[in-house]
Each structure stands twice: as structure tokens, then as C-alpha cells.
């Protein structure tokens, strides 16, 4: 799959182990807010899927509210 979707994307990669999920996570979204916007191509193989993995906590501020109402009605 990642030949398919690389020409297109500006980061793409396949987690191979668990441990490896929140270093890919931040590297795609490093690359897709760096130089010109792409889209991320991150595949999760389904034997990884099925497998339990501790959500880690994140000290991350909440997100500014954004009204693109506002914007759509001109």
C-alpha cells in the first residue's frame, strides 16, 4: 500500500510494532504542517489493531474554537 499512496502524500508509513505508534503518529503530522500541505497515509495492519495498547497521557492545551460559519456565510 505504501507504494500506491506515497507519490501522493507527503508522509506515509506502516506501523510494523506497537511501541513505534506515537512516533509515526508525530512524524506524519510533523510533515503535513511543514512546506506545502499534503495528507498522511499511516496503515495500521489488523493484527496490530486487535491488540490492547495503553493510551498515553498527553499534556496538550485544548484547541481554539474555530467558526467557519462564519466564514461560509460571507
Known amino acids: 500500500l505504501e507504494s500506491v499512496f506515497k507519490p501522493c502524500t507527503r508522509y ?3 506501523l510494523r510494532r506497537l511501541d513505534d505508534l506515537p512516533r509515526l503518529i508525530h512524524e ?6 511543514t512546506g506545502r500541505r499534503r495528507p498522511a ?9 486487535k491488540q490492547e495498547y ?10 481554539e ?4 460559519a462564519s466564514v461560509l456565510k460571507g
Open 28 to 33: 506524519a503530522f510533523t510533515a503535513i504542517q
Open 65 to 68: 474554537p474555530n467558526n467557519h
Open 12 to 14: 506515509c508509513a506502516t
Open 41 to 49: 497515509a499511516l496503515f495500521l495492519p489488523q493484527d496490530l489493531m
Open 54 to 63: 495503553p493510551a498515553p497521557v498527553l499534556d496538550v492545551p485544548p484547541a
